[in-house]
């Protein structure tokens, strides 16, 4: 079983404020992307099971700042589908990451990035019959557990089904929250998370809240179309942070 470590200091602290802000901006005005891009920033400063630790407690108060705004506007009937798979997989994912070794973390992570730009440039396309949502969700669970790059794949199912704007931000928060919570579970059960680890967390979650602020202020004056945009450029980003944590990171 892995180790998580603990890395205090000023790079730590920038790296933190910095990617939860854009993360808690990217995920209210794009509904995706955001975790993903805080798990690999931190990932270059902090072995892949740490991050992973962190961004639970992280993006689970951010995703529940963002359902407690948008609560009215969630797609519940998808939703419930989705929890009823992504629950088990998260905890079956979180488990897995628990005793995978860092390289092997730090490739899924890559994988996931790519994944989900092959996605948005149409590579990956389809809409999934609706008996097919919680084994999706399941599977997603997985994802979740071990690299953390589900956000953008669960996106470009909701958009499938088509949710847009509030009411896809809204449905993804419900469903990320939930997997947030059965993930870290599992880091917990698997003896990774530590006190140090959730302060930083917690840490780390004041600035992705703060985020989500500035990106409903955003919000008001962005049209469809260019959060369709920063949704792609999100995607490319986090390619760029999941090369250079593979290249960077500690292994």
Known sequence: MQTARVVFGVRWIVVAVLSGLLAGVLTTLAGMGGGL??????????DPLSALVITSPAMLLGNLHRLRMYFAQVEWPVVKRLWWGALPGSVLGGWLAVGLPTWTLRLLMAAMALLAILNAVGVLRGTPPRAAVTPIGGLLGVIHGTSGGAGPLLGALFQSFGLRNVRYVASMAAVASAMHIARLFAYGAGGA????????????????????????????????????RLQQVTLFVIMGVAVGSLGLGRV
Do not use: K
């Open 37 to 46: 891009l805080l798990l690999l920033a931190l990932s270059v400063v902090l």
């Open 193 to 228: 998370v530590t006190v140090d680890l959730l302060l930083q967390g917690t840490f780390t979650a004041v600035a992705v809240i703060i985020g989500n602020l500035l990106g409903e202020r955003l919000r008001r004056w962005m049209g469809e179309g260019a959060q369709r």
